[in-house]
């Protein structure tokens, strides 16, 4: 049986939801990295993703001037950097230079941007297009390199309301 609800109680039981920290360059060249859970995988061939980032934040205007990012996907570990990353904006400070741990990064293979050492996996992507939906902004990537950790570790997911963050649990 169903029953009415409004919109915000009924969206409390999406969880868990996938997250993932995308990264591009800003005009300066530093990579900027957001925590992102608005994201996924729409075409098979070529690969393809689609995040959802709110234009009031930095990273639009970096995923712009570079014309790519890289998708992360962290690890259980990398709960506290998702929460930095999610919680301050690359035009205050370098989220890189100030995340105390499990931040560490190399240079991605075929684009202008960073993967995360520690993710469970990486995705390097050329941006194709962008679409407007609602108070987001739909960036589409095409997926033109591809790694994976061969240390592997759970992911992280956001498991309920007010981002609370860890790895889920097979019951
Ligand atoms: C778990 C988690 C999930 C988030 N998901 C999104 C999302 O899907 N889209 C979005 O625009 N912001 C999302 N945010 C908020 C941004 O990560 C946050 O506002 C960030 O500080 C913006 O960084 P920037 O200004 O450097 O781009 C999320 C934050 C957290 C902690």
Redo the contacts with the bound molecule.
């Keep these: 049986m169903q029953k009415q609800t409004d919109y915000l109680e009924a969206i409390k039981t999406k969880y868990p939801e996938q ?1 993932i920290i995308a990264i591009a360059k800003d005009p300066t060249g530093r990579p ?8 996924m995988t729409v075409s098979f061939e070529p690969p393809m993703w689609a ?4 234009e009031i ?3 639009p205007s ?1 995923i712009r001037h570079s014309k790519c990012f890289t998708i992360a996907l962290p690890s259980a570990d990398q709960k506290d950097a ?2 930095f ?7 205050d400070i370098d ?1 890189f230079a100030a995340c105390p741990r499990h931040c560490a990064t190399e240079p991605a293979k075929k684009i202008d941007s960073v993967l995360l050492c520690e993710a469970v996996a990486n995705f390097e992507c050329t941006l194709e297009k962008e679409y407007p939906a609602g108070d ?1 902004i739909i960036f589409i990537g095409k997926v033109v390199s591809s790694t994976i950790n061969t240390d592997p570790n759970r992911r992280l997911y ?1 498991l309920g309301p007010g ?1 609370k ?1 860890g790895a889920v649990s097979a019951r």
């Excluded at 900027?32 to 994201?39: F, Q, R, S």
């Excluded at 990353?85 to 035009?91: A, D, K, L, Q």
Aim: aromatic share 10%; hydrophobic share 40%.
């Design positions: 997250v900027n990295p957001i925590t992102l859970g608005w994201a995040i959802a980032v709110s934040h930095y990273t970096c998702a929460m990353f999610g919680s301050r904006s690359g035009r989220k987001h956001t981002h963050l």
